[in-house]
């Protein structure tokens, strides 16, 4: 069993649809981050948390430490949502982040 | 804006070649990271390195090398490039204790052929 887990892996949304992309680990640690990678490969940070909620334009990513739950929320989904979604955590005292396998996202227009 | 640098965004080798992948940052980072992308297996840690000169196996360092000489430039060797190595590969830094979180490189498709 992955250490971080993402559900679903592939999204397909109407545009203006709320979307939700879940995340759960296994370990502890000391912060979750949300990126993005669109096609092409690059990967470009959303969010860094450690506890509640952070808020960003149409996205919201939310964290329950006792849950080990993560999940990030697009309102009003458009088509240039359309991306790989991964989950990272930071493990508690290492330099290294496990990753999640990603949520591949598709809104249609 | 911030930056890590990857020089090529695709590549076509051979198999057998030597490769060299190069990642420069522009943050003073202290940690830099090689990694590789798969469908269904997401980012898996080759390479880490948290200082010049210095540098830490991940978890599937076989069939490559790294070279940290600087701090800014942190490469990834293919000493005889096979078709299983046909990937993505992504460059990243952070700070220690990753703090801010990581920086990535716009990635690398390499085609073993």
């Known amino acids: 069993k992955n250490e971080v887990e993402q559900s679903p892996q592939n999204l397909t949304a109407q545009e203006g649809e709320f979307i939700t992309i879940n995340c759960s680990y296994s370990?502890?640690?000391?912060?979750l981050h949300w990126l993005q990678q669109h096609p092409g490969g690059g990967i470009v940070s959303l969010f860094m948390?450690?506890?509640g909620k952070k808020k960003h334009g149409r996205l919201i990513a939310t964290i329950n430490i006792q849950e080990k739950h993560s999940s990030l929320h697009i309102t009003a989904s458009h088509p240039r949502d359309s991306a790989v979604y991964i989950c990272?955590?930071?493990?508690?005292?290492?330099?290294?982040?496990?990753f999640g396998t990603g949520t591949r996202l598709k809104v249609l227009a | 804006d911030v930056k890590v640098t990857q020089s090529s965004r695709y590549l076509v080798k051979r198999t057998g070649e030597k490769v060299f992948l190069e990642c420069v940052q522009d943050?003073?980072?202290?940690?830099m990271f090689w990694y590789r992308q798969d469908p269904g297996l997401g980012l898996r840690l080759i390479y880490f390195?948290?200082?010049?000169?210095?540098?830490e196996k991940g978890d599937i360092p076989e069939g490559y090398s790294v070279s940290r000489e600087k701090k800014e430039r942190f490469s990834l060797i293919l000493e005889s490039a096979s078709t299983n190595q046909t990937s993505m590969y992504l460059c990243?830094?952070?700070?220690?204790?990753?703090?801010?979180?990581?920086?990535f490189g716009s990635g690398t498709r390499l085609t073993v052929v």
């Open positions: 990272a955590v930071f493990t508690s005292g290492t330099y290294k982040y496990i």
């Open positions: 370990v502890g640690i000391s912060a």
């Open positions: 948390l450690s506890s």
């Open positions: 943050m003073d980072h202290e940690n």
């Open positions: 390195s948290y200082d010049v000169k210095m540098k």
């Open positions: 990243a830094s952070n700070r220690p204790g990753g703090a801010g979180g990581y920086t």
